[in-house]
């Protein structure tokens, strides 16, 4: 990985990169041609309590505050259906300071898609249709194992499959056989042993599937949501769901979480003020490119699918990062950094 740029040289790698081309533009021509519109979000946006860490930036104008590196664009593409734009995508990147994990990378790219006025089932099935189209003009080597894909709510596949990433291939040495299945009706909430809390399943803008307020709060542990994922090969590659517009049952499920009304009203603020405006139903979903191309090029680790992937710990050891900066370009941030004292910092 310190040279990358001569691994890249490969004939495997030079196929993988230019196939992660081809997909992403079978991915755009398909939703443009059923009138989706590609909008950019911002990278530089708000720390917010959804689920992973965020990487934050500080920012110099305003000293003392920081910028947030965005784990999705969920809150921006919910502002674009406020706003009127009914089918939304981008080929999105999503930042998140994750833990070590082997398989894992702290950047990863998505295919994001938000729709108004739509059902549940009108999601899966345009996803459902992408997938098929893809494999069929891009990959007509590989066999989809069932038409229409199968849909498997939570609590069956954990109890038939204990999991809720079940591998459905007939025969798993097949690297030709893909097995797609929905999975539905998650629960909304799952508890949190460690933090002795209750935390989102997905996040806490998912919808539940109860209005009332009063049952959600009696027992959280029973409430499912309207959030579904894509499962290929035994990997999840999406995750989406019906959004919450419901204010008033929004700010229950934050409370749940452990967020107080003050925190919520401050940090959620414009989220809140957009939906007074007048929110449609609305639902999406987000599909992980660089999973999917693993599985479609028979490669062990999203790394090899990635021009210049991060390794498990987060370092790029090509161009040496993460790094120490001058004190200079601290001090004119106004952060120090304590305990350690060096030129670079």
């Known amino acids: 990985m310190k040279y990358r740029y001569l ?3 490969r004939k495997r790698l030079q ?7 081809r997909v992403l533009k ?3 021509d398909f939703l443009v041609e059923r009138e989706f519109t590609e909008i950019e979000t911002p990278i530089l946006t708000k720390s917010t309590p959804e689920g992973a860490r965020d990487f934050l930036v500080p920012a110099r104008l305003h000293k003392g505050k920081f910028f947030s590196l965005p784990q999705s664009p969920q809150q921006y593409k919910q502002m674009l259906m406020v706003a009127g734009f009914e089918k ?17 990378q702290a950047e990863h790219t998505q295919l994001d898609i938000e729709m108004s006025f739509c059902s549940q089932e009108e999601i899966l099935e345009l996803v459902e249709k992408l997938y098929i189209d893809l494999v069929k003009n891009l990959f007509p080597d590989k066999k989809i194992k069932e038409i229409p894909f199968p849909r498997i709510t939570y609590k069956e ?3 038939k499959y204990n999991s809720d990433k079940p591998d459905l291939r007939n025969d798993k040495k097949d690297k030709n056989e893909m097995a797609f299945v929905f999975i539905t009706d998650f629960p909304m909430f799952e508890w949190k042993e460690g933090d002795k809390r209750w935390g989102a399943m997905h996040h806490p803008f998912t919808k539940p599937q ?5 049952a959600i709060k009696k027992d959280p542990s029973k409430i499912l949501a309207f959030q579904y994922d894509v499962v290929l090969n035994g990997f999840e590659i999406g995750g989406g769901s019906i959004r919450n517009t419901n204010t008033k049952v929004l700010m229950g499920v ?8 003050k925190e919520i009203t401050e940090q959620f603020s414009h989220y809140f003020e957009a939906f007074g405006f007048g ?29 210049f992937p991060k390794t498990g710990d987060n370092r790029d050891v090509m161009i040496g990062t993460p790094s120490g900066v001058d004190k200079e370009q601290l001090k004119e941030l106004g952060i120090e950094i304590r305990g350690r004292r060096s030129k670079k910092q």
Do not use: C, W
Not at 15 to 21: D, G, L, M, S, T
């Open 7 to 9: 691994d890249l040289r």
């Open 15 to 21: 196929r993988n990169i230019k196939e992660r081309a």
């Open 26 to 28: 079978f991915m755009r």
């Open 88 to 104: 939304y995508f981008q080929i999105a990147r999503a930042i998140r300071d994750e833990d070590l994990r082997a398989d894992r």
């Open 157 to 159: 596949s954990m109890e």
């Open 210 to 214: 109860t209005d009332d307020i009063v």
């Open 254 to 261: 934050f409370r749940i979480l452990g967020n107080k009304e």
């Open 279 to 307: 929110v449609p139903p609305h639902g999406g979903i987000a599909m992980g490119i660089d999973r999917f191309l693993a599985i479609l090029m028979n490669e062990p680790n999203i790394r090899e699918v990635i021009a």
